[in-house]
């Protein structure tokens, strides 16, 4: 399937089309809003706390006086920074254990898999809180703390990929072509590469997707809890728990955060369904 014909079958999917604009939206948002604002995201007006929407502050401003606006985009930004740098990190090791278990088998698709399974025994938030305590990102500079959350939620992420790829490869290494490749003395990694990779490409993209939705959440309850991406850096988990003493009297504090974030983990789920579709050979043959 050509990628037009792809591209056909997602728009005609309204659901992931409107996933893709909304998303398009916020990442262009995101990119470009903040620049444009005269107010910085941890810039402070005494004078200005918690105003209501208005021309000079469209969402208003919280109980600091910073711009309501600016810190959503901007930790918009940050969300999805840490989706993408994520995602990269599991599709690394993910693809590559999935590959070398999945292809070798024997011994070291058990060993592989065994440590796969360990992992997938613990949740995988519950190990990046233990991996952010031991690497001491609550004491780490604002930077420091996104990093240590991307390489957490990272190297606690990839196995759930790793099974997926393992069980396409073990599928694929009984094909035809693949007999085929081996018949002519292609070497293993001409195989893997050339043969077995380029037809995990449909489901990798659809798993990570989907994924990047359960990361974005991931990140927001860590920066709830207080030991994710540290302040002044707005996060929408951080800043769902500095709203908290003015739920009452503020709802919208509570509100602007919750709702992009929510908003956001919705689109990417949908998104990911509109891809499977899209992608599923076995509708495109009917």
């Not at 005494?46 to 105003?51: E, G, Q």
């Not at 590469?193 to 449909?202: A, E, K, W």
């Not at 850096?233 to 509100?255: C, H, Q, T």
Request: aromatic letters at 6%; a positive charge; charged letters at 15%.
């Amino acid at each position: 399937m050509t990628p037009r014909e792809t591209w056909q079958r997602i728009a005609a999917n309204k659901i992931a089309l409107a996933s893709i604009i909304f998303l398009a939206l916020l990442i262009l948002a995101a990119a470009i809003v903040p620049m444009i604002l005269p107010f910085g995201y941890e810039q402070q007006l005494p004078d200005s706390r918690l105003l209501p929407p208005g021309a000079k502050h469209v969402i208003g401003t919280d109980d600091l006086g910073r711009d309501i606006l600016t810190r959503v985009l901007v930790g918009a930004r940050i969300s999805l920074m840490v989706a993408v740098s994520v995602e990269c990190v599991v599709v690394f090791l993910g693809v590559t254990v999935g590959l070398i278990a999945g292809y070798r088998g024997g011994w070291i698709d058990s060993l592989l898999m065994r440590v796969t399974d360990v992992l997938l025994a613990f949740p995988d938030v519950l190990l990046a809180i233990l991996l952010l305590g031991t690497l001491g990102a609550t004491s780490s500079r604002p930077e420091t703390s996104a990093l240590l959350v991307v390489v957490s939620l990272g190297v606690t992420g990839w196995p759930p990929l790793a099974r997926l790829v393992r069980g396409q490869v073990v599928a694929l290494r009984q094909r035809e072509f693949v007999d085929a490749a081996r018949s002519i003395g292609s070497s293993h990694g001409r195989i893997l590469l050339h043969h077995i990779l380029p037809n995990l490409v449909s489901p990798v993209i659809v798993a990570v997707t989907v994924d990047a939705a359960g990361v974005i959440l991931a990140e927001a309850t860590l920066s709830y809890l207080g030991i994710g991406v540290q302040r002044p850096m707005p996060s929408w988990g951080r800043m769902i728990n500095d709203a908290l003493d003015f739920y009452k009297s503020e709802p919208r504090l509570v509100i602007v955060p919750a709702t992009m974030l929510s908003l956001t983990v919705i689109a990417l789920n949908f998104l990911g369904d509109g891809l499977r579709d899209a992608l599923d050979p076995r509708k495109t043959r009917r």
